[in-house]
């Protein structure tokens, strides 16, 4: 019997050294782009590195469970020192898009833009608009000059129309798009 557990340890020692003894890299992940965008046109050359799903119910603190379009279960971990970008908040069964890196650690999430929460009506002095699932933006205001019909995300960016934006506040009640041209607040309404 000791023959038989030292013979199936030795078995065992020689395949973890014959396999190398380094992990296995990381699958790559799929950042099409998905129902929630439009489609990226020929002219953008630029790859959009966000990853869309669902957060599910392993998020905590200080870790993200993403439920990707593809099913997959992808665990992304938030640093303090890196302060997370994280607008909308985060409640299992929203719809997220996610900006991230892999390090030594794991998967890191840099951004999170919760979609459920940037879906609805948003109102300022000058825009009033509703930005709808499937990419599609409708305005409440028949006299707008140049007004927003499409969106989507690009690496982060808030893409409207042809006017792309960082979300730097995105809460309940409120929205805080930039650009070059300046800081625009839009509220819920």
């Known amino acids: 019997m ?7 340890c030795l078995t065992c020692i020689v395949s973890f050294f014959a396999t190398g003894c380094r992990p296995t890299p ?6 099409s782009v ?3 965008s439009v489609a990226v046109t020929p002219e953008e050359t630029e790859a959009d590195s966000t990853i869309y799903g669902v957060c599910g119910e392993g998020t905590a603190m200080h870790t993200i469970e993403l439920i990707t379009d593809a099913g997959d279960s992808l665990f992304f971990g938030m640093r303090i020192e890196e302060d997370a970008d994280i607008q909308g908040g985060m409640m299992v069964g929203d719809r997220l898009a996610i900006i991230g890196h892999d390090s030594d650690q794991g998967l890191v999430a840099t951004q999170v833009i ?27 205001v028949q006299a707008e000059s140049n007004p927003w019909t499409s ?16 979300v730097t506040c995105l809460g309940a009640d409120s ?13 819920r309404q």
């Open 2 to 8: 000791k023959k038989l557990v030292y013979l199936a």
């Open 26 to 31: 990381p699958t790559p992940v799929d950042v």
């Open 34 to 36: 998905d129902s929630d």
């Open 114 to 140: 919760n979609l459920t929460t940037l879906l609805g009506k948003w109102t300022s002095l000058d825009k009033n608009f509703e930005i709808l699932e499937g990419g599609i933006v409708q305005s409440s």
């Open 151 to 166: 969106w989507k995300l690009l690496n982060g960016r808030l893409v409207l129309n042809a006017d792309t934006f960082k």
């Open 175 to 187: 929205l805080y798009l930039e650009n070059e041209k300046g800081i625009f607040v839009y509220k």
